[in-house]
């Protein structure tokens, strides 16, 4: 049987099986009991309670060499099959290839009144050994752990602004608290020993630019592994190709492809405690400087039939600290992922995306989006149409079999089908 067909029990039995998860982590994930009262108040001021989404996990992953299934937290039934569907036919040409090549957080001290700046930029750089002293002693573990400081930029804004850009090596962490507290620090020795006359500190924290924070994974699949039973895949790469051309021209269809990454990526995020409102606003200001519409990039190599995917993106995302650590599921997700490190985070991050964007292409240049997204669409509307416990695959599947489904028919159906009942039960 396919993972997909298996039972929730038996996806547990199986991931054990594999090695990727503890007999604990099962039971919990079976058992869904509530987070603490403690852990509730410390994350949110006001609590009322939980609001729950779905975690699944998509397979067929090969990344860097090493097999993955992704655990995803989404509330769109096609996302997860989706990633599976692309993952399975870039497993066929040998699976993601990733590339992190630094890892830096950027925290920013900004000065106003500063009316020379050459002189400002000279008295910084004249004390750097004592800001990254400064920076380091107010987050000692950080560099006990192998981080801190690593480099200061200093740059003219407008006619008398001026920013302190501190660079940091979180490790594994995001770092957000560690770059704020790090700022502070700095921003008040400058303020107290290096400023002068009217310069005066306006603000210190933490820029969520991602620019030090990119990751890249590639892909390159045979055309064959393209095809479905009515088009040839060479045909199929050339559209898909020809489509992802199209979003680098217009940033209308732009969005909409970047959204299906975001499918995969954000769904990744969610699972292991991240914060999308960083990777956002990382990604957005990524798309503008490099004034892109797009994310991805897809060539087809006629020679050789094969296709190839590329997707660059800042990924402002730790593996420890925070969220991740206070939230038993994520923890659970890292578990699934086999702890990795959070290069290896990064890359199976970024490879989901690039798995979601290439079934989407895939099925927008064949039989359409609809196909799929209706199929898997249907248990919700069967739901939405009332239907409960066996009703509801009775219907989905029901559903599924019509060509045109909605709320009014699965209505009807769901009538349909409780009247059947009634006469089977009176005939007995
Ligand atoms: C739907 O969630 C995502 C897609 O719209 C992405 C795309 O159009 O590339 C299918």
Known sequence: MKFYELSRQERLNQLQQQGVLSTASSAYLLKKPALDEQVLNAMVENNLGEFN???????????????????????????IAAASNGAKRVALGGGFATTVTERLLKAQIIVTQVTNFADFAARIKDVTAKIRQVAND?????????????????????????????WLNPVAAFGANLANTIAEAVAAYLQANILIGQEAVLAAILSNVGSKMLVTTECTVPVTVLATKKIAGITVAQRLVALNQFAHLNADRGTTENKGILNGIFAVAL?????LRALSSAITTYLMTEQQNVLST????????????????????????????????????????QQPTIEQLMGIMASTGLANNLAALRALVTSGIQAGHMRLQSANLAIQAGAVGSEIATLQQQLNRSNHSDLAMARAMLQQLRDKKVNKNNDN
């Open 53 to 79: 989404l779905p975690l699944g996990v998509a397979d067929n992953f090969v990344i860097n060499g090493q097999k993955y299934v992704v655990p995803m937290v989404t509330e769109e039934p096609s996302v």
């Open 138 to 166: 107010a987050h000692p573990s950080i560099v006990q752990r192998g981080g801190g400081f690593d480099h200061l930029t200093v740059s003219q804004v407008g006619d008398n602004f001026a920013e302190v850009g501190l």
């Open 271 to 275: 699972a292991t405690g991240n914060d």
């Open 298 to 337: 897809w060539q087809l190599n006629l020679e050789q039939q094969t296709l190839t995917g590329r997707l660059t993106l800042p990924l402002t995302i730790g593996s420890v600290g925070g969220a991740i650590n206070s939230l038993p599921s994520a923890q659970i997700s890292l578990e699934i992922l």
